[in-house]
């Protein structure tokens, strides 16, 4: 089949550095790694393998009489061709990650490597909209830029009195602009790791060595960063063509349609599903996804020729931008702003009876009704809140704790097959979130076991989204923990479990909090699983919002949102304190600075 | 501006503020044409700020500098010029070779730069020539990581030179290295430095590196340069008990001065008396502290006619194949001898300590004198016979040597 001749190719390509020896701890296996292989592949299997099965199987038999059949390809493409989904669906994701990455990266050099100011504030908005629902952030935009009744367009109508409103958050345009500043956030906080860990005595060479300072950001500065640059452009550029929120509120009113939202316009709004249709599709943006995974991974392989941090001598000399100083500052202004602005759209918006443009006269009518409302409406809303919180906690828990002995596994045993646990972890890297939550929808759906309609279908899908990433968290820590700490538990007398609990668990703290946190929120602010695999009593925080949005209660959906940003900043920003505190103490204590 | 005259390098009343921290506290000091001039202290000590500053990567607080007669930093007028105008070379201690170029690329970059008029043919040439000179010219197509710390190190040499700069900055260029590559780097750097002719400025650590390399050494201790000579002079008159101890180990006696003789004096050591020369005024009665080298001292077995004697028993024998280590009890107080291997006394044997009038230094101290009134033996690691090794790293730490008369010490002779 097509899937077994595709993907292991492919995928293969991302597994991390199969050669270290020097990592292993003992010649021999021993029975209890065996056990704990035997257990962890099967999890993992679990997870990943009946969503991707049930979508190949669905693409490529005819629903009727179970027959192989590439019907379904057929019918669709020309359709896709017609309306111009693929066409959409990459000018949309390549725009939005070209602006995000140029705009990202900069800012990033900007704030570690240059005395610009404002540091501080653009590294917390852009943490509060990466630990932020997509949809609240969007949904603040309609508010700002919609065509209608956007804050934006009534003063540009009604205060420069331009005829017509000028500008259509709605559209393919305001699509690209919402999505790249969503994903600007993402690039700086992920492009803030290389500059911060460049050596400064490679550019101080450099400045010695006869350089100007533009010479020497053009020759060395920006070399040095270009592996992890890479790195991040294709994973964004992973994340943009299976974006959903962006397209779903914005793009289907407005009429531009991409594979995502078409997948989901497909399974969710019409009576009888074609399943077969929406398999195909899924199949397509997998196989548009796999080449750009493949580049990630060429991109991070190389990053160890680049390893800058030398750790003795370590200075942070930063730029003196001399004169441009401010004009810099008022740059990094900019993300805040558009991170901010929606934000307080919304805080406005909760405050409403109904619906109005901000203005002295509409103060007035200001309350807190709609707070009241969301507790007043039974406790829906309350559930949702313990949904989240279980399905997001829950799933992220046994996810770290199942990596990190997996990770173990592969890097400090010699357990037969033991490389198998990072390719089925890796696997889900590839497959976008609606494709994702439609694959374990139809695992389950037809089950006798009452898996489909609990919490514990959100569970399995959201640990198989987040498997790649709390692996790779994971990975990076184990490594970074010397053997000889593990070989000297073993010699003083401890069995696996102690050495699990005692040592391994202890240094790992920062890699399980980063892993946990990434997790959590990820789930918390995820929308397509949550609405495909939603049911009475398991609605997710976000599907809540998106209901009330999509019914026209705007001011209510408001309120919610408030609410679930003040919580989710504050967990946000707990977390990020924890992992870096213990971060800091776990580092020291296995020996690196 | 400042007169330079044919010095190199000038430096005048140089100060450097990190915040609260005064890391340099007016240091002055000129490196002539073709020198090599040594920094030398330890951690801390503003060794390596002067030398930043000296390079452009720090802006100063206070002072001048210039570099061949052309004043690059001053506070007043305020002149600063940015390092990649100052006609420099520079060595980091992690070398700082970039890793995304080749051997080659990272040796042309000063001869590349926007602001270089070097043609293309030059370029390759004097690259190949700087390559050669440090013997990586078949590596030149390699990229910067795949080299060893050894060679690394010679791509930053090479890089530092190729631009033929005026002032070569080395920033302890050889603390990275393992013990025995670091041995023959020392000398070879110190031939390319006598052959290429140029005028250097070497920040280190390590007393063996400083001394074996330098034309001229300067001992600086919290931000303060506190003796400045060439390193002979500089170990067999150091000018205080910190400059000594920093150099090598020493042997200290709490002593009292007997009678003065121009600069001969003799002093009362415990019970006994003995002989040293004093290169300042000594008045009859001062509390003084006498300090021997332990390779200044040699072991006899009998009796002995040398003019100062002391009787000691072998305590602990230490063989390092060059040279024996003994660690002596003088009346229970340790003192510290290194003799050749000739003859190896085995421990318990009686012997007397003999060393020459001209080894014996003396220091005014009144801390020592005041608490301590008898023969006191300090080795600088902490009393104990050190490990065997073959290079003299200094152990001492300028605290350890304060604290030499304060530590609880055995004495000889009777309390006065």
């Known amino acids: 089949m097509s899937h077994s001749s595709v993907q292991p190719v492919q995928v293969k390509g991302l597994l991390i550095d199969r050669q270290r020896p020097r990592h292993r701890l003992f010649s021999r296996v021993q029975p209890v790694e065996l056990v704990l292989f035997g257990i962890l592949l099967a999890f993992f299997v679990w997870l990943v393998f009946p969503p991707v099965a049930s979508l190949v199987v669905k693409a490529f038999t005819d629903g009727d009489t179970n027959e192989l059949t590439f019907d379904h390809f057929v019918t669709i493409l020309p359709t896709l061709v017609h309306a111009g989904v693929i066409s959409n669906t990459l000018i949309f994701a390549v725009s939005a990650s070209v602006i995000s990455f140029a705009y990202g990266s900069v800012l990033a050099w900007l704030a570690e490597r240059t005395n610009a100011p404002f540091r501080r504030l653009v590294y917390v908005s852009a943490f509060l909209s990466f630990a932020l629902p997509t949809v609240i952030q969007v949904l603040g935009w309609v508010f700002l830029l919609g065509r209608r009744q956007g804050f934006i367009n009534s003063i540009l109508v009604t205060q420069l009195g331009i005829l017509s409103e000028p500008l259509d958050v709605q559209s393919m345009g305001g699509m690209i602009f919402v999505e790249a500043i969503l994903w600007t956030a993402v690039v700086f906080l992920l492009m803030v790791v290389p500059f911060r860990s460049m050596d400064a005595s490679l550019e101080e060479a450099g400045r010695v060595a006869r350089g100007t300072s533009a010479e020497v950001f053009l020759r060395i500065t920006l070399r040095l960063a270009m592996p992890a640059g890479f790195a991040v452009f294709f994973i964004s550029l992973v994340r943009n063509l299976e974006s959903f929120e962006v397209p779903a509120i914005l793009g289907l009113p407005g009429g531009v349609n991409v594979l995502a939202t078409q997948i989901f316009v497909r399974l969710h709004a019409t009576v009888l599903p074609n399943y077969g249709q929406v398999s195909a599709y899924s199949i397509l943006l997998v196989l548009i996804v796999l080449p750009l995974l493949y580049a990630y991974h060429r991109a991070t392989k190389g990053q160890g020729h680049y390893a800058t941090i030398t750790g003795k001598g370590l200075r942070t000399a930063r730029l003196d931008l001399g004169r441009y100083r401010w004009a810099a500052g008022i740059f990094m202004l900019t993300l805040p702003l558009v991170i901010l602005l929606p934000l307080f759209m919304l805080v406005w918006v909760s405050l409403m009876p109904f619906y109005r443009i901000p203005s002295w006269e509409a103060l007035g009518s200001a309350s807190l009704n709609n707070y009241y409302a969301l507790v007043d409406s039974g406790s829906r809303v309350l559930d949702s809140l313990a949904a989240t919180a279980l399905v997001a906690g829950g799933s992220a828990t046994i996810l770290v704790f199942a990596t990190a002995a997996a990770c173990w596994l592969v890097i400090r045993t010699r357990v037969p097959g033991r490389s198998a646990l990072e390719f089925v972890s890796v696997i889900p890297l590839a497959i976008p979130s609606i494709v994702l939550g439609a694959g374990v929808l139809w695992a389950y759906v037809g089950l006798p076991v009452p898996i489909y309609g609990t919490a514990a279908i959100l569970v399995l899908a959201y640990m198989a989204r987040s498997l790649p990433f709390t692996m790779r968290s994971n990975f990076s820590g184990v490594l970074s923990i010397s053997k000889e700490l593990e070989e000297s538990a073993f010699v003083a007398g401890a069995n696996h479990r102690e050495l699990f609990q005692r040592v391994l668990i202890p240094l790992l703290l920062p890699a399980l909090l980063t892993g946990w946190q990434y997790a959590f929120l990820q789930t918390a602010r995820e929308l397509p699983i949550a609405l495909l695999l939603q049911s009475e009593g398991n609605q997710m925080i976000s599907v809540r919002i998106w209901n009330l949005w999509e019914v026209g209660q705007v001011t209510n959906a408001a309120a919610l949102s408030v609410v679930v940003a003040i919580l989710l900043g504050i967990l946000g920003f707990v977390l990020e304190g924890l992992s870096r505190r213990y971060g800091i103490v776990a580092a020291e204590a296995s020996g690196r600075r | ?416």
Request: net charge neutral; with cysteine.
């Open chain 2, 1 to 416: 501006m400042t007169r330079t005259g044919e010095s190199t390098l000038v430096v005048r009343a140089l100060n450097k503020h990190y915040g609260a921290f005064h890391a340099v506290r007016g240091v002055n000091f000129d490196i002539r044409e073709g020198e090599l001039y040594t920094l030398l202290g330890p951690s801390g000590c503003g060794k390596s700020t002067t030398l930043r500053c000296v390079a452009g990567l720090e802006h100063i607080d206070g002072g001048d500098i210039a570099i061949a007669g052309t004043v690059v930093d001053s506070s007043a007028p305020p002149v600063f010029m940015p390092p990649n105008k100052r006609d420099i070379g520079m060595v980091f201690q992690n070398y700082g070779i970039w890793p995304h170029m080749s051997v080659f690329d990272n040796v042309a970059f000063p001869i590349t730069v926007w602001r270089s008029k070097v043609s293309r043919r030059e370029v390759v040439r004097r690259t190949e020539e700087a390559l050669a000179a440090v013997k990586l010219d078949h590596l030149s197509g390699r990229r910067g990581t795949e080299l060893s710390g050894g060679q690394q190190q010679r791509v930053a040499l090479a890089r530092a030179l190729v631009a033929r700069p005026k002032l070569l900055l080395l920033d302890e260029p050889l603390s990275n290295l393992d013990a025995t590559l670091r041995e023959s780097m020392r000398m070879e750097l110190r031939r390319l430095q006598k052959n290429v002719g140029i005028t250097t400025l070497f920040v280190t650590h390590d007393q063996t590196e400083a001394l074996s390399m330098s034309d001229r050494v300067a001992v600086m201790r919290e931000g303060v340069i506190i003796q400045e000579d060439a390193p002979q002079e500089i170990y067999s008159k150091p000018s205080d008990l910190y400059v000594a101890g920093f150099l090598g180990r020493v042997n200290c006696f709490a002593a009292k001065v007997n009678t003065v003789h121009r600069d001969y004096v003799s002093v009362q050591v415990g019970s006994g008396t003995l002989h040293a020369r004093s290169q300042r005024a000594m008045h009859e009665g001062a509390r003084v502290v006498l300090a021997v080298r332990p390779e200044k001292m040699s072991l006899r077995q009998g009796e002995s006619s040398a003019v100062n004697s002391l009787p000691g028993v072998v305590a602990e024998v230490s063989f390092i194949g060059e040279a024996v280590d003994y660690r002596l009890l003088v009346d229970g107080t340790s003192v510290i001898v290194r003799e050749n291997a000739r003859v190896i006394f085995p421990v318990g044997t009686s012997v007397r300590i003999e060393f020459d009038v001209d080894d014996g230094l003396l220091y005014e101290d009144e801390v020592a004198a005041a608490k301590v009134s008898q023969v006191s033996a300090v080795d600088p690691a902490d009393g104990k016979l050190e490990t065997p090794r073959t290079t003299d790293t200094p152990t001492t730490t300028p605290m350890r040597n304060q604290q030499f008369s304060l530590r609880k010490t055995a004495t000889i002779g009777q309390s006065t």
